[in-house]
């Protein structure tokens, strides 16, 4: 039988101290959990009155058996100590990807649910899909884009779910292209949109491969004063024009957004690429800040789930 006592005893604590944040903050999404302790290497997120588990894949030897009764050992605890029915608790494997394997099919058809984020509502489903449709980790980056949208050109490259676009509008932006290549996200997308009772004339979705949709706005001459681009660590889609390498393609992608940027504008690059080697010295001339720091909210032990950049072009106030 698992012994889950240091499991529960360390959740309750964390579930305890970052409940008490959350409700400082006005959030209802939040992370309790995150790889504390070595034997239990589980993420945990907090999506109202649900539970979102995620466990990394590591080296220890367990047979298909005793995995099993330790995952159900697992959920067990954790609905336990977050007082959540059984049902309630998600549990998901999440090996190393590659790809668009965060984008893919659990088998689980899951049930689509609305959840708020600082006043913003969005669909999420936390068993269809690897990822669950919201980014909890860029929280603090959407925020950044609320705070500087207002009366502002706004692009969102390798969009997702369109979170960035929802932040964006509510800030005042006056219009938005929100670019991604799913047809599933796209709809996930509107979606939201709708939710957030966004103008859909003046906030468009574009479906496209990135690479080609700069190449085009590079070409039209168009002009951004805010665009952010999170674009995954590796893709081999059938429906895009080449393969997407992120530690290979950056300098290009964000060459082609400088070119788009206005006078004063910022481009935010971010990536979950924790081994990337930014190349900077491959970029056009701009300025770059990285503020990975200020980006990883708090409720995240690991501070490198992501990493993120604010580049501008050269002479633009700070």
Not at 6 to 31: D, F, I, T, V
Request: glycine share 6%; with cysteine; hydrophobic share 35%.
């Amino acid at each position: 039988m698992t012994d889950t006592a240091s499991y529960s005893n360390r959740l309750r604590k964390n579930a305890r101290h970052w409940g008490k944040w959350a409700r400082r903050q006005g959030l209802r999404c939040y992370r309790v959990y995150d790889r504390d302790i070595p034997e239990f290497p589980l993420a945990v997120d907090i999506y109202h009155d649900r539970a979102h588990v995620q466990e990394f894949a590591t080296a220890y030897p367990q047979t298909e058996e005793e995995h099993a009764a330790w995952v159900n050992a697992v959920c067990a605890a954790t609905a336990e100590v977050l007082e959540l029915p059984a049902e309630h608790i998600v549990f998901k494997q999440r090996a190393r990807q590659r790809g668009l394997a965060q984008y893919e099919k659990t088998g689980s058809s899951g049930e689509d649910i609305i959840v708020e984020e600082r006043g913003h509502r969005f669909w999420v489903n936390l068993s269809a899909y690897l990822d669950t449709g919201l980014f909890l980790d860029h929280r603090v980056t959407r925020r950044m884009m609320q705070e500087r949208a207002a009366g502002k050109r706004f692009l969102n490259l390798f969009a997702y779910t369109g979170s960035f676009t929802v932040y964006a509008a509510a800030g005042g932006a006056r219009e938005s292209i929100t670019v991604d290549l799913s047809n599933t996200y796209q709809e996930w997308a509107k979606r939201n949109f709708e939710l957030n009772g966004m103008d859909l004339n003046r906030h468009r979705l574009v479906r496209a491969d990135v690479f080609a949709f700069l190449a085009g706005a590079v070409q039209r001459g168009e002009r951004y004063d805010l665009i952010v681009m999170d674009p995954p660590s590796f893709s081999n889609s059938k429906k895009m024009q080449g393969v997407l390498d992120v530690q290979n393609d950056h300098p290009r992608l964000i060459n082609d957004c400088l070119k788009l940027l206005g006078p004063d504008g910022e481009l935010f690059f971010s990536t979950n690429l924790r081994t990337i080697r930014f190349q900077a010295e491959a970029q056009a001339p701009c300025r770059v800040e990285e503020i990975s720091q200020r980006t990883v909210p708090e409720d995240f032990r690991n501070k490198k789930i992501h990493r993120c950049w604010r580049i501008t072009l050269p002479g633009t106030d700070s």
